[in-house]
């Protein structure tokens, strides 16, 4: 029907100028009133039609824009949340186990200290930056025990000696 509208109007337009142009002013009044204005009338109120249904169809846009807007920021709020959270967790558990580590350490180191076992060790669990400084402590307890032996040693080597020039001396 708009399609329809417009052709009309158009060919009252053509009949209208060509009148016009034959210098038919009757005629052209009369084609002017019954049939150009009308068609023109028709024609402008399916433009408007059309405008109205656009102006409908982007109301509808701008509001499910509107909504998808909503709906990406909150997905992007609960993934920022649980991003903060998983951090958090696995910061907290990192830090809990850290710690932990630390005080079995320092726990074993003042054991030694306040025993003078130096046959005690310090358990070792894991191959990160405690279980080699653990390990470390380990085979420094090592040496010193070999130390402390080899000081034994020497001192019952000089104990016997000194009882034999003792007894050789009398």
Known sequence: S?????????LALKELIEKSAENSK????????????????????SLS??????????????KASEKAVVAGNTLALAFTVLGALLVAGVSFMLI??????LARVRNAIGQIESSQDFTARIGIRSR????VTA????????????????????????????TWLNETAD
Request: no cysteine.
């Open 96 to 101: 809990r186990k850290i710690a932990g580590d």
């Open 26 to 45: 009757v005629e052209a009044k009369n084609i002017a009133a019954k049939k150009t204005t009308p068609a023109a009338l028709a024609v402008q109120e």
């Open 128 to 131: 990160d930056e405690l279980g």
């Open 49 to 62: 039609k059309h405008a109205q249904a656009n102006i409908i169809q982007a109301d509808e846009a701008r």
């Open 135 to 162: 390990d470390a402590i380990n085979r420094l307890l090592d040496k010193m025990q070999d130390n402390l032996k080899s000081i034994a040693e020497a001192a019952q080597s000089v104990a016997l000696s000194s």
């Open 2 to 10: 708009d399609r329809k509208a417009f052709a009309s109007y158009e």
